[in-house]
């Protein structure tokens, strides 16, 4: 379950940026959207959704961003550029193009992330010096690099490492790490490298490869982060690819029927030049069942049938393992009734019983309603036209008392267009035209 996550120095945000998934204090109502963890004898609180308005380049896409990076390089274990670059997010791998662009003066990169899991509370700061904008010339270092455990210390490192005194981890870390940590102490920091991650590194090797193999599944398996949903696409792997091979998933089968589809059906076909699994509409013989044709989906189906099809799969994941899906622009071309349904599955405590969280960015208005959201599930990103620099605030930072306080009853969509709460742009393309009507006038034409 994530808590929280925060970053400074990436894209359009240059100072503190934290996104919270803790409950905002006196927020009453859709109380079924908390999700409770048990940690020690604590009670640990999350939400378990969120979504993130604001006009277009305001900085939405860089908080998803943001997280895609930091995942990415958590599971790579340094912060050198990837060689192999499978997803349309450049900056997870070209790590030149992160800093913010308008500074002169290097400054760090610096990610936070807070989630549960299995019982344990995991805090992760990441600090890094990777040059200014689009330069992959300077010698790229870890600034600071900080693991907590149960809000412990275990490990703090700088230029050097130092290790708590592991009374919170202690039944996380061999007895061996325990009883030699002067010995792995003077190990750690002779073997330590100024790209590499001591988490995915030499933490895992000296001091509790059980702990770092529950951080790094975490981020593998359960912190499902989609940046540009529009380049979703799903592999499937088959027994036998030099076979053409239609694999239909009954599950997600079923969902399409109920979403819309053209066909019979849809399914993965192998294809036995490459092996590699196509979207395909299925279409049947109704005499003859035996008899199946199969053409590509994006050839009779819609875009938005695609996307779902694509999409629904990690929803099922997130609620069955109790994941953490991160969506930017959910929404595009579904139609919002099929969303709400979705968002509705995430809220019931009869189905999400893993605690699956569901948050994503969107430009529909339709989610800004207090019997949908909380107020402290509602997110926006507002970037300054003059500094160009982004901000992140909930609904709930503008409390409920005085002017522009915000109550459960108000009209959250109608408040918002009126730019009550910020995050909208007033766009008015009209000049434009009549400045070039205008001018084929005055040319006679």
Same mark, same amino acid.
């Given at each position: 379950?994530?808590?929280?996550?925060?970053? #400074?120095?990436?894209?359009?945000?240059?100072?503190?940026?934290?996104?919270?998934?803790?409950?905002?204090?006196?927020?009453?109502?859709?109380?079924?959207?908390?999700?409770?963890?048990?940690?020690?004898? $604590?009670?640990?609180?999350?939400?378990?959704?969120?979504?993130?308005?604001?006009?277009?380049?305001?900085?939405?896409?860089?908080?998803?961003?943001?997280?895609?990076?930091?995942?990415?390089?958590?599971?790579?274990?340094?912060?050198?550029?990837?060689?192999?670059?499978?997803?349309?997010?450049?900056?997870?791998?070209?790590?030149?193009?992160?800093?913010?662009?308008?500074?002169?003066?290097?400054?760090?990169?610096?990610?936070?992330?807070?989630?549960?899991?299995?019982?344990?509370?995991?805090?992760?700061?990441?600090?890094?010096?990777?040059?200014?904008?689009?330069?992959?010339?300077?010698?790229?270092?870890?600034?600071?690099?900080?693991?907590?455990? *149960?809000?412990? +210390?275990?490990?703090?490192?700088?230029?050097?490492?130092?290790?708590?005194?592991?009374?919170?981890?202690?039944?996380? +870390?061999?007895?061996?790490?325990?009883?030699?940590?002067?010995?792995?102490?003077?190990?750690? *920091?002779?073997?330590?490298?100024?790209?590499?991650?001591?988490?995915?590194?030499?933490?895992?090797?000296? +001091?509790?490869?059980?702990?770092?193999?529950?951080?790094?599944?975490?981020?593998? #398996?359960?912190?499902?982060?989609?940046?540009?949903?529009?380049?979703?696409?799903?592999?499937?792997?088959?027994?036998?690819?030099?076979?053409?091979?239609?694999?239909?998933?009954?599950?997600?089968?079923?969902?399409?029927?109920?979403?819309?589809?053209?066909?019979?059906?849809?399914?993965?076909?192998?294809?036995?030049?490459?092996?590699?699994?196509?979207?395909?509409?299925?279409?049947?013989?109704?005499?003859?069942?035996?008899?199946?044709?199969?053409?590509?989906?994006?050839?009779?189906?819609?875009?938005?049938?695609?996307?779902?099809?694509?999409?629904?799969?990690?929803?099922?994941?997130?609620?069955?393992?109790?994941?953490?899906?991160?969506?930017?622009?959910?929404?595009?071309?579904?139609?919002?009734?099929?969303?709400?349904?979705?968002?509705?599955?995430?809220?019931?405590?009869?189905?999400?019983?893993?605690?699956?969280?569901?948050?994503?960015?969107?430009?529909?208005?339709?989610?800004?309603?207090?019997?949908?959201?909380?107020?402290?599930?509602? $997110?926006?990103?507002?970037?300054?036209?003059?500094?160009?620099?982004? #901000?992140?605030?909930?609904?709930?930072?503008?409390?409920?008392?005085?002017?522009?306080?915000?109550?459960?009853?108000?009209?959250?969509?109608?408040?918002?267009?009126?730019?009550?709460?910020?995050?909208?742009?007033?766009?008015?393309?009209?000049?434009?035209?009549?400045?070039?009507?205008?001018? #084929?006038?005055?040319?006679?034409?």
């Amino acid at each position: 379950m994530l808590l929280a996550f925060s970053v #400074e120095n990436y894209k359009s945000f240059l100072g503190n940026a934290q996104f919270s998934m803790i409950p905002a204090p006196k927020q009453h109502g859709l109380d079924y959207s908390i999700l409770k963890e048990k940690v020690g004898k $604590k009670n640990v609180k999350g939400l378990c959704s969120a979504v993130i308005y604001g006009p277009n380049a305001s900085g939405k896409t860089n908080i998803i961003g943001a997280m895609d990076v930091l995942r990415s390089i958590v599971l790579r274990g340094n912060i050198r550029n990837a060689e192999e670059q499978n997803s349309p997010n450049k900056a997870a791998y070209n790590l030149e193009l992160i800093p913010n662009n308008l500074i002169d003066k290097i400054k760090p990169v610096t990610f936070r992330i807070s989630f549960v899991e299995k019982g344990i509370k995991f805090d992760y700061e990441l600090s890094v010096l990777l040059g200014l904008f689009l330069d992959d010339t300077t010698q790229r270092s870890i600034n600071s690099e900080i693991l907590s455990i *149960n809000d412990e +210390i275990v490990f703090e490192r700088t230029n050097m490492v130092k290790f708590g005194d592991f009374k919170k981890a202690k039944e996380y +870390i061999s007895t061996q790490a325990i009883d030699n940590v002067d010995t792995i102490n003077l190990v750690a *920091n002779q073997s330590l490298s100024k790209d590499e991650l001591f988490l995915s590194n030499g933490f895992k090797l000296l +001091i509790s490869q059980s702990l770092s193999k529950l951080i790094i599944d975490w981020f593998t #398996e359960k912190f499902m982060v989609i940046y540009r949903a529009d380049a979703i696409q799903l592999i499937r792997r088959f027994s036998d690819p030099q076979k053409k091979t239609i694999y239909v998933e009954k599950t997600i089968n079923e969902a399409a029927k109920v979403f819309g589809i053209n066909s019979n059906s849809v399914a993965y076909v192998a294809n036995g030049d490459d092996g590699e699994a196509r979207l395909c509409s299925i279409f049947e013989d109704k005499n003859d069942k035996s008899n199946v044709k199969a053409v590509l989906a994006e050839v009779f189906e819609s875009f938005g049938t695609i996307r779902f099809v694509n999409m629904f799969p990690l929803v099922l994941r997130a609620i069955a393992t109790g994941g953490t899906l991160v969506v930017d622009e959910f929404d595009a071309s579904i139609h919002p009734m099929a969303l709400m349904s979705i968002i509705s599955i995430f809220h019931n405590d009869d189905i999400n019983k893993k605690h699956a969280q569901l948050i994503f960015n969107t430009h529909n208005p339709i989610f800004l309603n207090s019997n949908i959201f909380r107020r402290d599930e509602i $997110k926006f990103v507002e970037k300054d036209d003059v500094s160009l620099l982004s #901000e992140i605030y909930s609904l709930s930072d503008f409390g409920t008392a005085g002017e522009n306080g915000v109550r459960k009853g108000d009209d959250y969509m109608k408040n918002y267009f009126v730019s009550q709460y910020g995050a909208i742009k007033n766009i008015d393309f009209s000049p434009i035209f009549e400045n070039v009507f205008s001018k #084929e006038e005055n040319n006679g034409e």
